[in-house]
């Protein structure tokens, strides 16, 4: 089976409701837990972002803190709690109803491939509310990569992207 090599995936989801949210609650912060997968360059030091494509056609982007050195290796199960940053383009004021179906999307900010496990991924309001995004197994023949020579037959690797307006 060939893998599909992405610098950007889109987090599909059905929006799962913890409390009471109204489309117009303010989003305070996500919170993004992943295992590393197990094969040989699944592992990464890169930075990662997640961005929020809002109805107004900005575009909110969270960056991760920088990896220490045991994070995002193989086997290892990592969460980030990212404030949503209210000062930066963009991410002033983002709503529940920002929060839908293909709005959101994990970056990797380097050339380094990295393969997770299983993701999940979740909103908090500024009231305390859960926003269930995503949670569950991550298709292994999708990895995140931006270098073009990680697409190759010795990989099972190919060169389609998934491209984001």
């Given at each position: 089976m060939q893998k599909l090599?992405?610098?950007?995936?889109?987090?599909?989801?059905?929006?799962?409701?913890?409390?009471?949210?109204?489309?117009?609650?303010?989003?305070?912060?996500?919170?993004?837990?992943?295992q590393t997968g197990m094969?040989?360059?699944?592992g990464?030091?890169?930075?990662?972002?997640?961005?929020?494509?809002?109805?107004n056609?900005?575009?909110?982007?969270?960056?991760?803190?920088?990896?220490?050195?045991?994070?995002?290796q193989r086997g290892v199960t990592d969460t980030y709690n990212l404030t949503v940053p209210g000062f930066r383009a963009n991410c002033q004021n983002i709503l529940a109803a920002d929060l839908a179906?293909?709005?959101?999307?994990?970056?990797?900010?380097g050339s380094d491939m990295w393969t997770p496990i299983w993701i999940s991924a979740s909103a908090i309001t500024v009231q305390g509310n859960h926003i269930g995004l995503v949670i569950g197994s991550w298709p292994y023949t999708l990895v995140f990569?931006?270098?073009?020579?990680?697409?190759?037959?010795?990989l099972g690797a190919?060169?389609?992207r998934r491209n984001h307006p």
């Open positions: 090599i992405a610098n950007t995936v889109s987090l599909s989801f059905a929006l799962i409701v913890a409390g009471k949210v109204s489309a117009q609650d303010y989003i305070a912060k996500f919170v993004i837990s992943h094969g040989q360059w699944e990464t030091h890169d930075g990662f972002s997640l961005e929020i494509r809002r109805a056609n900005g575009i909110c982007t969270i960056y991760f803190p920088s990896p220490s050195s045991g994070e995002r179906l293909n709005r959101i999307s994990l970056r990797i900010n990569s931006q270098d073009p020579t990680d697409v190759s037959p010795a190919d060169a389609r």
